[in-house]
């Protein structure tokens, strides 16, 4: 099974972009699905998660109140919708699948992990 992550590319600040991450294989899908990001120079950060399940959802303070995260198991895609994005947000972002149905922020409590989509907010 993979993760294929997508909808990266360069916007400008205010603007928006949306971030899919599609599962395929024969592996379930009925897992918590993470966001993280790095930027250059620095750690990997925890974003958001989605829980399977109850559909609970979790956020950054970083990104609260700007990203939407949203889920269909049926496609096993996994939506981030980031609006009024701002240079801080530059960076690599991954998205990963839990080992469980909940959500974590620690990386370690992600077995599988997409490839990475570019994001960069420059005027």
């Known amino acids: 099974v993979q993760l294929q992550a997508s909808g990266g590319g360069l916007v400008q600040p205010g603007g928006s972009l949306r971030l899919s991450c599609v599962g395929s294989?024969?592996?379930?899908?009925?897992?918590?699905v993470a966001w993280f990001r790095q930027a250059p120079g620095k750690e990997r950060e925890w974003v958001s998660c989605?829980?399977?399940?109850?559909?609970?959802?979790y956020y950054a303070d970083s990104v609260q109140g700007r990203y939407t995260i949203s889920r269909d198991d049926r496609k096993k895609t996994v939506t981030l919708q980031m609006n009024r994005l701002i240079p801080e947000d530059t960076a690599v972002y991954y998205c990963?699948?839990?080992?469980?149905?909940?959500?974590?922020?620690?990386?370690?409590?992600?077995?599988?992990w997409g490839q990475g989509t570019q994001v960069t907010v420059s005027s």
């Open positions: 294989g024969s592996t379930s899908y009925y897992y918590g």
């Open positions: 989605i829980s399977s399940g109850d559909i609970k959802t």
């Open positions: 990963a699948l839990s080992n469980s149905r909940g959500c974590f922020r620690d990386y370690g409590s992600y077995d599988l």
